[in-house]
Antibody, heavy 119, light 107 residues
Framework: EVQLVESGGGLVQPGRSLRLSCTTSGFTFGDYAISWVRQAPGKGLQWVGFLTSKSLGATTEYAASVKGRFTISRDDSKSIAYLQMNGLNTDDTGVYYC??????????WGQGTLVTVSS | EIVLTQSPGTLSLSPGERATLSCRASQSVSSGYLAWYQQKPGQAPRLLIYGASRRATGIPDRFSGSGSGTDFTLTISGLEPEDFAVYYCQQYGRSYDTFGQGTKLEI
């Protein structure tokens, strides 16, 4: 069974950093890109970024709103992806989901982890 | 960047009725790379339709997708109580995956 589980969310002050993890199982992690999608409270879905598999060059792309502040990485030996978030601001508050794939429909999602940026 | 505009914002219907949700793209969506998701409160989105018209695994056949180019439609025939949720379209044909703003289907 394919599973993705996010963790690492919480309350953080503006300007600080947070690292989210996406722990996966049930599929060959190294063969897939990982994407992150977020959802502000009461709002719609917003694509954050992706990291392709190493076989495709471990390419990253980010939404303009997070570019230069967020970094996606992966540890294929542990089947875990990470979202490093620096310079957080209140607009970054929301539930963060990891999903697998890019350039393809998101067939599996994690349950999400809540990030709250507030002083 | 492709902008997806969904309409209506809210759709009020009763169980048993037919729902028609629209998703319009600012540019042609390549190869019909258009998906639909359902999201219920407190849950992650669930893939319903991909490739504009293909049902994902386990999705009931009352859900159907159609369209091409810039205009796409999700139709739910014979609404069940569990279908009342928010629906999002997504294009995944370009590097920057984008979502529509959502349509809330309410009783």
């Amino acid at each position: 069974e394919v599973q993705l589980v996010e963790s690492g969310g919480g309350l953080v002050q503006p300007g600080r950093s947070l690292r989210l993890s996406c722990t996966t199982s049930g599929f060959t992690f190294g063969d897939y890109a990982i994407s992150w999608v977020r959802q502000a409270p009461g709002k719609g879905l917003q694509w954050v970024g992706f990291l392709t598999s190493k076989s495709l060059g471990a390419t990253t792309e980010y939404a303009a709103s997070v570019k230069g502040r967020f970094t996606i990485s992966r540890d294929d030996s542990k089947s875990i992806a990470y979202l490093q978030m620096n310079g957080l601001n209140t607009d970054d508050t929301g539930v963060y989901y990891c999903t697998r794939g890019v350039g393809a429909p998101f067939d599996y999602w994690g349950q999400g982890t809540l990030v709250t940026v507030s002083s | 960047e492709i902008v997806l505009t969904q309409s209506p914002g809210t759709l009020s219907l009763s169980p048993g009725e037919r729902a028609t949700l629209s998703c319009r793209a600012s540019q042609s969506v390549s190869s019909g790379y258009l998906a639909w998701y359902q999201q219920k409160p407190g849950q992650a989105p669930r893939l319903l339709i991909y490739g504009a018209s293909r049902r994902a695994t386990g999705i009931p056949d009352r859900f159907s997708g159609s369209g091409s180019g810039t205009d796409f439609t999700l139709t739910i025939s014979g609404l069940e109580p569990e279908d009342f949720a928010v629906y999002y379209c997504q294009q995944y044909g370009r590097s920057y995956d984008t979502f529509g703003q959502g349509t809330k289907l309410e009783i």
